[in-house]
């Protein structure tokens, strides 16, 4: 088989080989269901999910009680909010976010919008970066909730949550986190940053799709939501139906390798992203690095090579897994919402590419995936008419 290159992590991560050793069993002999109160199998799938509870409650920094199984943050994120709004009283119809959050929650507050809701979308600036004065100037008695991400899958930005988490405890109003490239990405605590819901998804963790987790607040201040599937009462009656045991075994083992590690996989992704983008300055000239330089997902790196379209480029690198900005907008041809907020125009929009490196990456592969793009941006640019004329009136400049 050819040799390929995956840098595309924020889009989706693959199963560590611990975090299958760990589910098998659960998909063989030990089938259970966990709401079986009668015989061994049912108390093997309820111990196992105990644990697995457990191991995931500490990467969120909460009590076992307040995590929510689902199949994911989509999910978690329709649960948290719509949930929330279910039973805001007449007065507190009223939440704000940021245009750069995932369609996961924009999408889900413009269908609250549509039934009588009212959505402040505060600015970002050229790093995606809220200005917390403004959101603090936002807030209004009618505020239920502030829905912002932990850090964006797109450019990488994080968000100061504590700063965040502050001000909606002084304004009494609830903060839901989108920490799907959060939690166990980098030190995030619910309690710490004073989130009173937050969500995230085990396939961006090193656990198999299909599975995640909604953190509900159950105390100071205790935060009810309106659950969207009824039926056996499951998860504290907030989401019903038969646990998915082997996904969930999958994704308390995830949790507690990533917090097992944490630290160093972050300064060894940091170092090889920052590898990355040496490589591609030193090769190239009109490069362009969005985000926040310092404050962010430490193995993205999103880029903009002018004059080159994003879409040839990843053509012409068929062997290396990239995304040309969201995975879940690259079904589309419009210009990535994120990289439109930050103020790019289409043509700096369509050069972009997200490298998203993670577990596996090694340093080998930072080394040839950077010299295969730097050759690959070269060789475009130079049947760029656009790039010829650029260099030709820097050159006239001179
Ligand atoms: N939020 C963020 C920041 C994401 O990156 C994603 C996935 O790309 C989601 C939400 C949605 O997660 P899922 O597709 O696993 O439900």
């Given at each position: ?6 840098f ?12 299958l ?9 030990r ?22 509870r ?20 989509t999910?978690?994120i ?44 505060l ?21 239920l ?65 299909g ?23 499951h998860?504290?009656g ?6 998915a ?55 993205n ?19 290396v ?12 041809a ?12 289409p ?5 972009t ?46």
């Amino acid at each position: 088989m050819p040799r390929s290159f995956y840098f595309d992590h924020q889009a989706t991560t693959p199963v560590d080989p611990r975090v299958l050793e760990a589910m098998l069993p659960y998909l063989k002999d030990r089938f259970g269901n966990a709401a079986s109160k009668s015989h061994r199998f049912g108390f093997e799938a309820a111990a196992a999910v105990k644990h697995a509870r457990e191991q995931v409650a500490r990467a969120f920094g909460c009590d076992p009680l307040e995590v929510v199984f689902t199949s994911g943050s989509t999910e978690g994120i329709n649960l948290g909010l719509k949930g929330l709004a279910a039973l805001a009283g007449d007065g507190r119809k009223h939440f704000i976010t940021a245009p750069t959050e995932h369609p996961a929650v924009l999408d889900t507050l413009a269908f609250l919008e549509s039934k009588g809701f009212e959505v402040t979308r505060l600015g970002v600036d050229s790093e995606g970066s809220i200005d917390p004065e403004e959101l603090r100037a936002s807030i209004t008695d009618r505020t239920l909730a502030i829905a912002l991400m932990a850090a964006n899958n797109e450019i990488g930005t994080r968000h100061p949550l504590a700063e965040i988490g502050a001000i909606c405890a002084d304004r009494g109003v609830t903060f839901f986190c989108d920490a799907t490239q959060g939690v166990g990405k980098f030190d995030f605590d619910v309690r710490r940053e004073g989130i009173h819901l937050a969500s995230f998804s085990g396939h961006k963790l090193y656990a198999p799709k299909g599975v995640g987790a909604l953190y509900v607040r159950r105390s100071n201040p205790r935060v009810d939501i309106e659950p969207l599937f009824h039926g056996g009462g499951h998860e504290h009656g907030y989401r019903s139906g038969t646990l998915a045991v082997p996904s969930i075994v999958a994704l308390g083992k995830a949790c507690e390798l990533a917090l097992d590690d944490l630290a160093a996989e972050s300064a060894r992704l940091t170092r090889q992203r920052e590898r990355l983008k040496a490589i591609l300055v030193s090769g190239l000239d009109e490069v362009t690095f969005h985000g926040h330089p310092e404050f962010r997902l430490p193995g993205n790196l999103s880029v903009a090579f002018r004059y080159v379209e994003g879409e040839a480029l990843m053509s012409d690198l068929d062997d290396v897994a990239l995304s040309s900005g969201s995975a879940c907008n690259s079904a589309s041809a419009e210009p990535s919402h994120v990289l439109a907020a930050i103020g790019l125009d289409p043509a700096m929009a369509h050069s972009t590419l997200r490298f998203g490196i993670g577990r596996s990456t090694t340093d080998e592969e930072i080394e040839i995936v950077g010299a295969r793009v730097v050759e690959s941006v070269q060789r475009l640019r130079e049947m760029s008419p656009l790039y010829e004329l650029a260099k030709r009136r820097t050159g006239d400049d001179h």
